[in-house]
């Protein structure tokens, strides 16, 4: 097989990035227009047009900033990008993968939003984002801004009311994460002082097998936790939720989890099939019954879901987002039209579901789960 240069550097910049754990990539390799060409300039004034027509625009910086900046400290560097104000005191080489993340994470959210055909709404000023250094700086932030220390299991957290910010830590500075690496270290110290060539080799490669993993995991951890909870926060702001009503917490948890994976050659994140969501949850629907069905779409908001919680919402979401798209904006508005501040019943929960989806039935149970158990799996490798 013939691969042109253009080609080659286009695949190296993409796994780079996927190595870095980097949310999304664009590459575009063109030559640039001609003078002459009139299409090319068409082209290009109509883009920026249609941007500037949307009100797609870096957010402004407000006053929130300072309360912030002011709340945690000098220690703190702030950080803007085009809708975010980042306050970290990460390591600077952390700092640099975790902030195109963050837009590239935007760029998916705001595409999908305006695709699904929901009016966007855009904040008046950038959206806070915190950034520690390590667990115990980030449990007390939360603590401090929250009054609850952040739970153990959770490595990044959007806190909604009333204070709209994103906080995570670095997953490199887990015990964990230390351990193993030191590990790798003290195996590649042990290789250079042995002499037998065999050995060696046997030691490396231990080496190189943990250095990998840890790689793994951390791309896995850092990338679908920040991308699902900076999801979370733009789907808000976006308007796509809105925020003092009695949002399905499958409906909120589920649209989430659509970006958790880096976007593909499909496109946005959205897009992509959530194969660790997915090897959850394929078993699972093979038995699953109307009413499991009924009563998971009708349950009311009783703290966190639970693992197969969290891929029954990926499953249910991304099934309504490539098979009931048409109806699917008629339950945004739906959602957001629900009274202010008041828990809905289980059954208002189902009736609102079949209004735009129709009747949780046989036949609809029977489409939702073969849909989804007969997408493309991938099992990790």
């Not at 952040?150 to 351990?179: C, H, T």
């Not at 590990?183 to 030691?203: G, H, I, M, S, Y």
């Not at 409906?251 to 194969?275: R, W």
Request: aromatic content about 10%; some cysteine.
């Amino acid at each position: 097989m013939t691969i042109r240069r253009s080609a080659v550097l286009a695949t190296l910049i993409i796994a780079l990035c996927g190595l870095f754990g980097i949310a999304s990539v664009q590459v575009l390799i063109a030559a640039p227009p001609k003078s002459g060409d009139k299409k090319a300039k068409s082209r290009s004034s109509n883009s920026k047009s249609a941007k500037k027509k949307s009100g797609d625009r870096p957010f402004k910086k407000g006053p929130r900033e300072k309360e912030f900046v002011d709340a945690v400290g000098e220690d703190y560097r702030v950080k803007p990008t085009d809708h975010f104000i980042v306050l970290t005191n990460a390591d600077e080489a952390i700092v640099k993968d975790f902030l195109p993340r963050l837009e590239k994470t935007y760029s998916s959210v705001h595409r999908f939003v305006d695709q699904v055909g929901v009016k966007i709404k855009y904040p008046k000023e950038k959206l806070p984002v915190l950034f520690c250094h390590d667990f115990d700086e980030y449990s007390a932030r939360c603590k401090q801004f929250t009054g609850q220390p952040a739970p153990g299991e959770a490595a990044g957290l959007y806190w909604r009311d009333p204070l709209n910010f994103s906080l995570f830590y670095d997953m490199s500075q887990v015990s964990f994460i230390k351990e193993t690496t030191a590990k790798a270290e003290q195996l590649k110290q042990d290789a250079a002082k042995t002499p037998d060539r065999n050995a060696k080799q046997a030691k490396l490669r231990e080496a190189n097998w943990y250095i990998n993993r840890i790689a793994i995991y951390q791309q896995e951890q850092n990338r679908s936790v920040v991308q699902h909870e900076v999801a979370h926060q733009l789907l808000f702001n976006l308007q796509f939720h809105k925020a003092d009503v009695d949002n399905p917490q499958w409906f909120v948890e589920g649209m989430a989890t659509l970006f958790e994976p880096p976007p593909g050659k499909s496109g946005a994140g959205f897009n992509v099939i959530n194969q660790s969501r997915l090897g959850e949850i394929r078993d699972a629907l093979v038995v699953m019954k109307t009413d499991d069905l009924k009563n998971f779409i009708s349950r009311q908001r009783t703290g966190m879901l639970s693992s197969q919680g969290y891929a029954q919402s990926w499953a249910l979401c991304y099934y309504l987002v490539k098979r009931k798209s048409k109806e699917l904006p008629k339950y945004v508005e739906l959602i957001k039209k629900r009274p202010v501040d008041r828990m809905l019943s289980t059954k208002e929960n189902l009736a609102d579901f079949e209004k735009c989806f129709g009747k949780v039935n046989d036949v609809f149970t029977k489409k939702f789960t073969s849909y989804i158990t007969k997408l493309p799996y991938l099992p990790p490798q």
